[in-house]
């Protein structure tokens, strides 16, 4: 059974840092795509970065691209998602998502329809 479990969320001020990480379980295939996307209130989910396993490609959405990064440690079986100088408009719910047997990730705007699996999600909020 595929557990993504999400944390590292809470309230920042602008331009401030956090870390999200999710740990992953019971993938049942050597190839995937893992990564996160978010939902702000009263819009569309929105890909925000993806991973792939067969060669470590990372992708982001241009929005985050530069502040945000994207890494895993495959020893604890965990993804990690850095997020700096962050903004107001970064507030959303993040989630962790796969996609098992994907060899590389999809384009990162469908990745919130590609994906197979998503954890609960973790509130992350900027403000001052």
Known sequence: Q??????????????????????????????YAIGWFRQAPGKEREGVS????????TYY??????????????????VYLQMNSLKPEDTAVYYCAAELGARRCPLIKLWPKTSDYWGQGTQVTVSS
């Open 2 to 31: 595929v557990q993504l479990v999400e944390s590292g969320g809470g309230l920042v001020q602008p331009g401030g840092s956090l870390r999200l990480s999710c740990a992953a379980s019971g993938f049942t295939s050597d190839y």
């Open 50 to 57: 993806c991973l792939s396993s067969s060669d470590g490609t």
């Open 61 to 78: 959405a241009d929005s985050v691209l530069g502040r945000f990064t994207i890494s895993r440690d495959n020893a604890k079986n965990t």
